[in-house]
């Protein structure tokens, strides 16, 4: 190790340090052959160094993604051991390497992150296999020249498509729709361990042992405070936490590493990797949803080490073009963040559909998520552009591509003015069809964009992000106070505020709730209200009080049966005559609506329409529950199309039966945000839908140069037609003034 870390010190390039590596290791392990394979951006493993091996090999010698034992190394993240190699069935034998004398092979993977940068291979003549001591040396060695590599420590020897500094392009998934350009900012940055090598090895086992116990300190004091003892799922996690500290298995690695002449935050980070990457080989999703428990308890354990547990960043202290990168993160972290130096946002582990996702839509700026790796792959200060159109990022972009996309957002700019211009302009279609464009909000932020948007009312309030962003369950005081300043802020705009949709994926981490297997259809919004009336209860009266005076406006969600409206309608007209009895001023008028969501619903919506004032389609459920695919799951997400025959026919449903009994219905959700779906909405016969503020131009735009009577006759003879297929491209060609035939 001592040796290791003066090569890693040597002047030189990288090259010559690889190549004293190997003859390093083959000298440690008495193996007659050391041999490194980086990996390529392609997947595949290229020779970059050897100790035994025909030194012409080294760069001519590519191993394909998977290929052979090496490759099997590579893509199971696991070392591999083999007595005689030649006889196994994976073996791939490269003539140009001369390797056709050796039998025995050990293979461990170069890991940073729990990701595979390359592999050491050590191989001997004669048949046997390695004892344990032989794969933990390597193991650790491996993890050294990882430590190097991803610094640069060995930069030259890297090659084009393994070089930090070089330009990477990354695919994720759009949150929140704009384009930025800026730097990175990590939201709590990843320790970087910089001394990997033990001076003192006594001195780095008691560091270590000292903030374990600090560690397992931390999260005791934190399952006992009070606001978070019986925090359900909060206090679930802390819980894992403390198992995760406290596990043997898990401590006794890491002193053994340090035993191996590692630091104790090199033995933190060695351990993290090889660990993670056997729980990334696991199928049982337990175990990956674990990572993420593992991940924050070894950067827990690192900033323990640091002497920064306690010392986070000053969240506030920004660059002008921030571009926030997290490996996940909460809508209350991203509201810590000062907006207005706030370019977009970056999450490795989020949806669209996740709540900082809409936090990021509310605050207008661009955001992606599911970037696979990207943490690993990126340092703070790094330039980079998020595309929340196409969902890439592309960190450390060269010049080409900074004005290619410095044009196009200056293009986005002068459309996003023109839009601005039709702010007060009627949304009324050119044969005279007036459409309500709406705007979905859920924080006091998002009511600055009622204006600005040019919308015609909050049309979908979602209280539950009130909830979300707190550590505390908000008392009558508090949200009767917060619903009040919305009323104030939409004047004399309507409001139509979301009782609780909680449960499901939007869990509060002070209410406990069972584990479900499918928590989308499970106990949440108007289920669990009703079984747990005093939540209903309190809200109710928070939006009683708010609205004295006002009109007032709450639609339920999850509806599925009848029934459930009853039971609500009871409980508000309970609360309004407790609050009469008590002497507030009422509101001026209660409506009260339903949410269609539920597919059992439809069957009952003229006894539905008979008990509610008003209805809201809420496209997303709705649509993931007709065809049964959960919109989050990557692998089902597109398996339907809002614009196929059955949804539209479902769609068209729904307006007919509010049309014969003379109840307002809007559409709430994605699909009413794309101008081409808004315009089969319309089609359909809606005339109000509710959107993000930044769709309502866009949106507006079309309806203007829309004739409603044609795009009419056009949905009619498409849903008669039953041609599925071809609805999408119709629409488009009728969009752009072709001629439409059906």
């Known amino acids: 190790m001592?040796?290791?870390?003066?090569?890693?010190a040597e002047p030189g390039d990288g090259q010559a340090r690889l190549d004293k590596i190997v003859r390093q290791i083959a000298g440690l392990m008495v193996a007659e052959v050391c041999s490194i394979y980086l990996k390529r951006q392609d997947g595949s493993l290229e020779l970059f160094a050897t100790e035994g091996l025909n030194k012409g090999?080294?760069?001519?010698?590519?191993?394909?993604?998977?290929?052979?034992?090496?490759?099997?190394?590579?893509?199971?993240?696991t070392p591999v051991n083999e007595p005689d190699a030649q006889a196994h069935p994976a073996f791939s034998y490269r003539p140009e390497t001369g390797e056709e004398i050796y039998h025995s092979l050990l293979a461990v993977p170069i890991l940073r992150g729990g990701v595979v940068l390359g592999v050491i291979v050590v191989q001997n003549r004669t048949p046997r296999e390695y004892i344990e001591d032989d794969v933990e040396v390597l193991e650790t060695t491996a993890m050294v020249v990882a430590e190097n590599l991803a610094s640069g420590?060995?930069?030259?020897?890297?090659?084009?498509?393994?070089?930090?500094?070089?330009?990477?392009?990354?695919?994720?998934?759009?949150?929140?729709?704009?384009?930025?350009?800026?730097h990175v900012v990590l939201h709590e940055p990843r320790v970087v361990v910089t001394?990997?090598?033990?001076?003192?090895?006594?001195?780095?086992?008691?560091?270590?042992?000292?903030?374990?116990?600090?560690?397992?300190?931390?999260?005791?004091?934190?399952?006992?405070?009070?606001?978070?003892?019986?925090?359900?799922?909060?206090?679930?996690?802390?819980?894992?936490?403390?198992?995760f500290a406290n596990d043997r298995g898990w401590v006794r690695r890491m002193r053994d590493a340090v035993r191996e002449g590692l630091s104790a935050g090199a033995a933190v980070e060695r351990v993290h990797n090889a660990t993670r990457a056997r729980m990334l080989r696991q199928n049982d999703p337990f175990w990956r949803e674990r990572l993420r428990d593992l991940d924050d308890l070894s950067d827990?354990?690192?900033?323990?080490l640091a002497g920064k547990l306690n010392t986070a960043a000053d969240p506030l202290a920004l660059p002008e073009d921030a571009i926030l990168l997290a490996r996940n993160m909460g809508p209350a972290e991203l509201l810590d963040y000062d907006p207005k130096r706030l370019r977009a946002l970056i999450v490795e582990d989020a949806s669209a559909q996740s709540h900082v996702a809409i936090v990021a839509k509310a605050l207008g700026i661009a955001a992606v998520g599911q970037v696979s790796g990207i943490t690993e792959r990126v340092s703070g200060g790094d330039a980079a552009i998020v595309d929340g159109e196409t969902g890439e990022v592309h960190l450390r972009p060269p010049p080409e591509l900074v004005a290619a996309y410095s044009d196009k957002v200056r293009f986005l700019a002068r459309r996003q003015s023109q839009y601005r211009a039709l702010r007060d302009t009627p949304a009324r279609t050119k044969d005279g069809v007036g459409i309500r464009l709406m705007m979905n909000a859920g924080l006091p932020v998002d009511m600055a964009h009622l204006d600005d948007c040019g919308a015609d009312g909050i049309g979908l309030f979602r209280t539950e992000l009130q909830f979300m962003i707190t550590s505390t369950f908000p008392r009558l005081e508090r949200q009767t106070a917060a619903y009040r300043q919305i009323l104030e802020?939409?004047?004399?705009?309507?409001?139509?505020?979301?009782?609780?949709?909680?449960g499901g994926d939007k869990a509060l981490p002070y209410l406990r709730q069972p584990k479900e297997d499918n928590p989308a259809i499970g106990w949440r919004a108007i289920r669990l209200a009703l079984d747990r009336p005093g939540l209903l209860r309190l809200q109710v009266?928070?939006?009683?009080?708010?609205?004295?005076?006002?009109?007032?406006?709450?639609?339920?969600?999850?509806?599925?049966?009848?029934?459930?409206?009853?039971?609500?309608?009871?409980?508000?007209?309970d609360e309004a005559a407790r609050m009469r009895a008590a002497g507030h001023v009422p509101p001026e008028s209660i409506a009260v609506g339903a949410m269609v969501e539920v597919p059992s619903i439809l069957f009952d919506l003229d006894a539905l329409l008979a008990r509610v004032d008003f209805l809201s389609v809420g496209s997303n459920d709705l649509l993931q529950f007709l065809f049964a695919a959960d919109r989050m799951n990557a692998l089902v997400a597109s398996r339907y199309d809002p614009l196929s025959v059955s949804a539209l026919r479902a769609l068209k449903l729904i307006v007919e039966a509010a049309d014969r009994r003379d109840k307002p219905i809007t559409l709430c959700g994605e699909m009413a945000a794309r101008p081409l779906e808004a315009m089969a909405l319309i089609g359909l016969g809606f005339r109000a839908v509710s959107m993000a503020p930044a769709s309502i131009g866009p949106v507006k735009s079309m309806i203007l140069s829309l004739d409603a009577s044609r795009i009419r006759a056009v949905m009619e003879s498409l849903l008669a037609a039953g041609n599925g297929g071809s609805i999408r491209e119709t629409l488009r060609a009728f969009a752009e003034g072709d001629s439409v035939e059906i």
């Open 541 to 573: 009266r928070a939006f009683l009080r708010a609205a004295g005076g006002r009109k007032l406006n709450v639609m339920l969600p999850m509806v599925s049966e009848v029934a459930e409206i009853d039971a609500a309608r009871a409980l508000i007209a």
């Open 195 to 243: 001394e990997l090598l033990a001076e003192d090895p006594d001195a780095e086992l008691v560091r270590l042992d000292i903030a374990i116990e600090r560690l397992r300190e931390n999260i005791d004091d934190m399952l006992r405070n009070d606001s978070i003892s019986q925090a359900g799922a909060h206090h679930d996690v802390l819980e894992a936490y403390r198992m």
């Open 489 to 502: 802020a939409a004047g004399d705009k309507p409001v139509v505020f979301r009782a609780l949709d909680i």
């Open 2 to 8: 001592r040796r290791l870390r003066e090569i890693m």
């Open 57 to 77: 090999a080294v760069h001519n010698t590519r191993m394909k993604r998977g290929e052979g034992l090496v490759g099997r190394c590579a893509e199971l993240a």
């Open 153 to 182: 420590a060995v930069a030259g020897a890297r090659g084009p498509d393994l070089d930090r500094p070089q330009s990477d392009t990354i695919a994720g998934t759009p949150l929140s729709s704009g384009i930025a350009l800026g």
């Open 300 to 304: 827990r354990l690192q900033r323990v």
